[in-house]
T-cell receptor
Framework: DAGVIQSPRHEVTEMGQEVTLRCKPI?????LFWYRQTMMRGLELLIY????????DSGMPEDRFSAKMPNASFSTLKIQPSEPRDSAVYFC?????????????FGPGTRLTVL | AQSVTQLDSHVSVSEGTPVLLRCNYS??????LFWYVQHPNKGLQLLLK????ATLVKGINGFEAEFKKSETSFHLTKPSAHMSDAAEYFC???????????WGAGTKLIIKP
């Protein structure tokens, strides 16, 4: 099992640029999550998809952030325009179901630095 | 509302000595509880989880945790620390039977040679 795959692993960009983060969940998993981790705020859930449909995007900080899941094996998180305060590690996680007992499997993360 | 408190932000132990990372939770439901580990510049890996079966849960790398409902605790232990255990550990509780995970602030485990 390849696990959750994220790309790129590191991204450095300048303020105002568009940033696209990519995620491939584990095959057979129906639920996908995007998280952001910072020193100040810890781990925050940004958005949750179930069967490719966004179920909860209440954690998306503002309209500059958008996420899509065009099929069961691919999701993107886009920031446009990026700002320095978006600098963080962004994790994608997937799970077979989305119940309380189901384990979320995390990708290695994308470390984003916005200058 | 559900919440998780990790009682120590940092724990330092010598290699070969026991490890105790403390976690208290509050939950209105029968909770599911997890411990995740994050090594420096790495992703989050599940160590173990409790889902209302046996109260003593064994995980990977020799870690275990005991669910104590009366104390609302889910402390993580390991009999003998290894240098490779140096990492940050997160205690997590599920929120009311759905996908929402409530994360503790994390405990950084430091292993002294």
């Amino acid at each position: 099992d390849a696990g959750v795959i994220q790309s790129p692993r590191h991204e450095v960009t300048e303020m105002g640029q568009e940033v696209t983060l990519r995620c491939k969940p584990i095959s057979g998993h129906n639920s996908l999550f995007w998280y952001r981790q910072t020193m100040m705020r810890g781990l925050e859930l940004l958005i949750y998809f179930n069967n490719n449909v966004p179920i909860d995007d209440s954690g998306m900080p503002e309209d500059r952030f958008s996420a899509k899941m065009p099929n069961a094996s691919f999701s993107t998180l886009k920031i446009q325009p990026s700002e320095p305060r978006d600098s963080a590690v962004y994790f994608c996680a997937s799970t077979r179901l989305a119940g309380a007992t189901d384990t979320q499997y995390f990708g290695p993360g994308t470390r984003l630095t916005v200058l | 509302a559900q919440s998780v408190t990790q009682l120590d932000s940092h724990v330092s132990v010598s290699e070969g000595t026991p490890v105790l990372l403390r976690c208290n939770y509050s939950s209105s439901y029968s909770p599911s509880l997890f411990w995740y580990v994050q090594h420096p510049n790495k992703g989050l890996q599940l160590l173990l989880k409790y889902t209302s079966a046996a109260t003593l849960v064994k995980g990977i790398n020799g870690f275990e945790a005991e669910f104590k409902k009366s104390e609302t605790s889910f402390h993580l232990t390991k009999p003998s620390a290894h240098m490779s255990d140096a990492a940050e550990y997160f205690c997590v509780v599920s929120d009311g039977g759905n996908y929402q995970l409530i994360w503790g602030a994390g405990t950084k485990l430091i292993i002294k040679p």
